[in-house]
């Protein structure tokens, strides 16, 4: 007799229920708690903060938590409670050149106004596993420094570039209201800001990839890192019933500005022009691949052959979001008897007429051989 | 759908009836105003972010979000059955968020959000049919550019389609799609009816109840309105044609229904079940028995 295979409330149930043994592990272990990984997982909470486009640490870090480490499934969580939020409007556009700096180098300049400042950087760290840490040793206390908080003591170096006209402007703010993907289907082709939005939110991995792949001839954009810049900024907001900006506080973010050879054309002289990349937190790999992969969507509008992957906006915007991605990659295990039972029927009829075929005499049929060629 | 769609607090979960918030549910209702306008175009519209994940279903939950009222009666299958593990876990969904009813009979149901199968029992005037869709383009896999495919249906441009299929029966002597078998609906536009196989394209023609399809990773809505032409496309000398079994289900004797075939054991055992749970149980409470029974 057939014994029902399809599945059933208490299968689910059940399943939630071992997940959630699952997850917290040993339980003579000590439980993790939101704070340790806030603090201590910093870096993993800025990437879901970033791909799940909701600045909250707290609340990336309860996710990373739930989702027992899983990044996606974290920023999942994030988005999935994001998209519940009301709008009740956008804030004054960041200065960045304003931003309270943890760290500010350049590539293109030795020295330069506010000076190079390396902050917290994996960078020219030897990558020798630290066994003192095994056993939560403290480290030694950090050295001071005054805060530079004076846009005109460490100004961007994009704008220094650009007083000389050696890089290309940045379009002037026309106040026009910027697009919002979450809440408007992407148009292709799709403007800047939208584009610099769907790869702010992309998977890390899949962009550093795209950057990577610029750099390896598919694509190539001289680029140069003008700056990264990571600190805290502050958030402004002009309440309509006010009608002048108030402070909301203050994010976390890294910048870069990647500066990439253009040898002019008849109307524009030869100059320099700009990929860019924003994260929260401190995310350099992420906002230099990200300004990579900005200058190369920008091919069509400088006048380049949209040739590669990294250049074709449909490509990199349909694909860079991991949630989308992950979403229909594992739908692949939802049952799919009903398509499968079809192609079976089509393959054994297939097979049935070629065994048949196979077992006649040949007849060449010239009709049939025209319309087969 | 009822016309109490004023309801919005739903009791203790915190959220609003049927989980959306009532700007987004006017915004999907627009959509799908236009979709209804313009049989088998493809509106877009701005997908939210659900809470399960895109691929399994969540363009269908969001039409069934907006459209349902506090009076529905919602039944959701998956592969034809109300037990499948997604199709259970969207049931629950609305059951939590909207409190509606719930049932697994086709004729009791008043919105029906199903994946890959059309229900056996004919629909009727009134009752809503909402498909889960993963591509809603039916030319994607010819054209991967939507900036391309959306000039192709401007154009009615289909030829594309109809090579694709002329060189299936090249190549096999069959035109090869099995399922998400692509139809012209209203004379007009070539629309993808969702990974169901073609088995069921029939019954969407000049069908007495809306049918609304929603893709959400790609952001798409679309509509049949009731009584609308759909034809499957074909050519005069290769006429479209439905899979046939050999045999009925071994549990109900139902002839002419879509068979799933169930492996008994390593030695080539297999009997073949009724796809549609409701139409079986409903067969067998009525004394129909199948071989196997």
Redesign the interface.
Known sequence: MYVAVKGGEAAIDNAHRLLAEVRRGDPAVPELTVAQIREQMRLLVDRVMTEGSLYDPDLAALALKQARGDVVEAVFLVRAYRTTLPRFGATEPLDTGGMTLARRISATFKDLPGGQVLGPTFDYTHRLVDFALEDGADPAPAAEAKPEADAAACPRVTDLLGQAGLLEPSPPDEGAPVGDLTREPVDYPADRALRLQGLARGDEGFILALGYSTQRGYGRTHPFVGEIRVGAVELEFTPEELGFPVSLGTVDLTECQMINQFHGSGAVPPQFTRGYGLVFGQGERKAMAMALVDRSLRAAELGEAVVVPAQDQEFVLAHCDSLQATGFVEHMKLPHYVDFQAELELVRRLRAEHAALAAEPVQDDPTLREAAE | MSPQGTVTVSAGTG?NFAYL?EGTKRMIRRAILKAIAIPGYQV????????M????G?GGVQVTAAILGAADVLKVI????D???????IR?FFTATAGVATTTRTAEATVIQT???IPEAPLTEGQVLVYQV?IPEPLRFLE????ETRQLHALAEYGLMHVKLYED??????I?T???YPVEVAGRYVMDPS?????DNPKMDDCPALQLFGAG?E??IYAIPPYTQVRSLDFEDHPFRV?R?DRPC??CGAEGV?????I?DDAGGR?F?C?D?DHCETRRADGHTGE?A
């Open positions: 959220y918030d877009p519209f701005a997908a939210r972010e659900m809470p994940p895109y691929g399994w969540t998956d592969q034809g059955a037990d499948t593990t997604n199709a259970v876990s629950r994946r890959h199968r993963p991967p550019r939507e900036t029966i090249a190549r096999h002597g069959h090869a099995t399922y998400a990974p169901t196989p073609k088995f990773r952001k798409r899979q079994f071994a549990l879509y068979l799933d075939e169930v008994l009997m079940v796809s749970t196997a």
